[in-house]
Nanobody
Framework: QVQLAESGGGLVEAGDSLRLSCAAS????????MGWFRQAPGLEREFVAA???????YYADSVKGRFTISRDNAKNTMYLQMNSLKPEDTAVYYC????????????????????WGQGTQVTVSS
């Protein structure tokens, strides 16, 4: 079992920055990849970014160049640095873990992740 806890969300203005954290506990030795997804009210959950081990990263086109995903395996913590935030970034952000050695296409799909956090709200005003 793995438990995930997101933090760092808040209400900011367009152009501001936020740094989200995801702390993992439990059977963390089995975690291969971690990812961030987001979901706005009434909309589908969408992929944001993922990291395999600590070096291979993937980003949605909508956030590439603005967001940076990183991972500290010693601390069992994943981060999402969000810069140049836009109103369309407003959503609940979830962290998740994926087993195995999935490739870029697989890690962009929510069904490939086995554990999820409860989410943290990010609101960007215009």
């Amino acid at each position: 079992q793995v438990q995930l806890a997101e933090s760092g969300g808040g209400l900011v203005e367009a152009g501001d920055s936020l740094r989200l954290s995801c702390a993992a506990s439990g059977r963390t030795f089995a975690i291969v990849s971690m990812g961030w997804f987001r979901q706005a009210p009434g909309l589908e959950r969408e992929f944001v970014a993922a990291i395999k081990w600590s070096t291979i990263t993937y980003y949605a086109d909508s956030v590439k160049g603005r967001f940076t995903i990183s991972r500290d395996n010693a601390k069992n913590t994943m981060y999402l640095q969000m810069n140049s935030l836009k109103p369309e970034d407003t959503a609940v952000y979830y962290c998740a873990t994926a087993p195995g050695y999935s490739d870029s296409a697989a890690l962009r799909k929510s069904e490939m992740y086995n554990y999820w956090g409860q989410g943290t709200q990010v609101t960007v005003s215009s």
